[in-house]
């Protein structure tokens, strides 16, 4: 879609005139290490080239309208800056909504209210955070509106995840927000969520691309499963913390774990805890991989992480397994595993460029066979992070 196409749209809607703004935000995929954002530990993201759109412009009071290209059906949503509150309904205009209150609690007020038009091309649930993006992109557009000129990216990607967490009640880490405001073309970022250190790494693949595969299950109570396997981690870390001084489970090596883990007293919080410090140690290994370009082991990496997830974590699915396993069986892939939150969402696979069409059919049919019905897979490129959209 062209931000002509976008422009014309919003005029239709909302009329012509004014200062009319566009800003851009896109979708992100992890390569590796996954739930270890909210411990302390590293990730290993890279923002898409695929995202979400915003045309905007300020009104003189205190209306908030929204529409979206994706929702069409919905039509104008109407709110106001009088209204925000946390929670409060289920609509998807709680993820803009959510961004200007945070900006309100954060001491950078909005006064006056905005028409929005959005418009995504990032599949919906597909686990490539879309809401991230809406967060992002409405955190851009705020700061260049307003002229809150100080904000970096990096404290947007901060706004977004205090949005998440506190008005929208999901509890994530910072990984999503952080790759969707700080993404590089054509790098991975390698981050320690620790201290928000932060360092880009070149993707070279060498013959090979990204091949996205979506598992297309609707994610229902992932939100809730979320929040309980981050409070399982968290109760292991309280036992921990008994018997050595860590400020998180990312602070522990495989070998401190496996001296220690006999403090934690549920069998099940031990498991999400392996997880933890395991993955986060592979993530520090893959990000030398990728460095030193020794791809096989980076793949090696990535199967073993979703291993991981799937025995320690429990969060891959009978979905996602069917995608990773039938990828790993498949010509030409270098590595592949659940990406995201799990609970449904996606597959991220490395696969030789030459082989993309035989997995996409072979893992395509393997999975509708087992499952019932499609997955979608997007070959996919890495792009920039958040910021006003070019003319
Ligand atoms: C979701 C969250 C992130 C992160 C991942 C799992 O995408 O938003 O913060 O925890 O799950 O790695």
């Given at each position: ?19 009319i703004?566009?800003y ?50 919905l ?23 959510g961004?200007i ?46 002229g809150?000129d ?43 969520t ?35 396997r ?9 036992e921990l ?41 592979r ?18 990496l990535?199967n073993?992480?979703?291993v ?29 595993r ?40 997007y ?13």
């Amino acid at each position: 879609m062209k931000r002509e196409e976008l422009t014309a749209k919003f005029e239709e809607l909302f009329g012509a005139g004014g200062d009319i703004r566009a800003y851009y935000a896109p979708g992100r995929v992890n390569l590796i290490g996954e739930h270890t954002d909210y411990n302390g530990g590293h990730v290993f993201p890279c923002a898409l080239t695929i995202g979400t759109y915003m045309i905007a412009r300020k009104r003189e009071d205190r209306k908030l309208r929204f529409y979206s290209m994706n929702f069409e059906k919905l039509g104008v949503a109407e709110s106001s800056l009088d209204e925000l509150e946390p929670q409060k309904h289920k609509l998807w205009i709680q993820y803009p909504e959510g961004v200007i209150w945070t900006f309100g609690k954060k001491g950078y007020p909005v006064e006056q209210g905005f028409d929005i038009l959005l418009y995504g091309n990032i599949p919906n649930g597909s686990g490539l955070s879309s809401s991230a993006s809406v967060e992002l992109v409405t955190g851009v557009m705020l700061r260049d509106m307003l002229g809150f000129d100080t904000l970096t990216n990096i404290d947007l990607s901060l706004f977004g995840q205090y949005s998440e967490n506190h008005y929208n009640g999901v509890n994530c880490g910072i990984m999503d927000q952080f790759a969707i405001g700080m993404g590089k073309k054509d790098h991975a970022i390698f981050l320690d969520t620790s201290s928000l250190d932060y360092r880009y790494v070149p993707v070279k693949l060498e013959g090979a691309r990204i091949v996205i595969a979506c598992s297309n299950k609707k994610r229902g109570l992932a939100d809730s499963k979320y929040n309980e396997r981050r409070s399982e981690c968290e109760s292991a870390l309280a036992e921990l913390q008994k018997v050595k001084k860590i400020a998180s489970l990312g602070d522990l090596t495989e070998e401190e774990f496996e001296e220690l883990q006999g403090a934690i007293s549920n069998p099940i919080w031990r498991k999400r805890a392996k997880h933890a410090v395991y993955e986060n140690q592979r993530t520090i290994q893959a990000c030398r991989c990728l460095e030193k370009n020794d791809i096989e082991t980076f793949g090696t990496l990535m199967n073993a992480s979703h291993v991981s997830l799937r025995d320690d974590y429990e969060v891959t699915g009978i979905e996602l397994d069917t995608l990773a396993e039938a990828a790993w069986n498949c010509r030409g892939v270098i590595g592949s595993r659940m990406t995201g939150a799990g609970f449904g969402g996606c597959t991220v696979s490395i696969v030789k460029t030459e082989e993309i069409e035989n997995f996409i059919e072979e893992v395509g049919r393997i999975y509708e066979e087992k499952i019932g019905y499609k997955a979608d897979f997007y070959v996919v490129d890495i792009g920039d992070g958040a910021g006003v959209l070019a003319e």
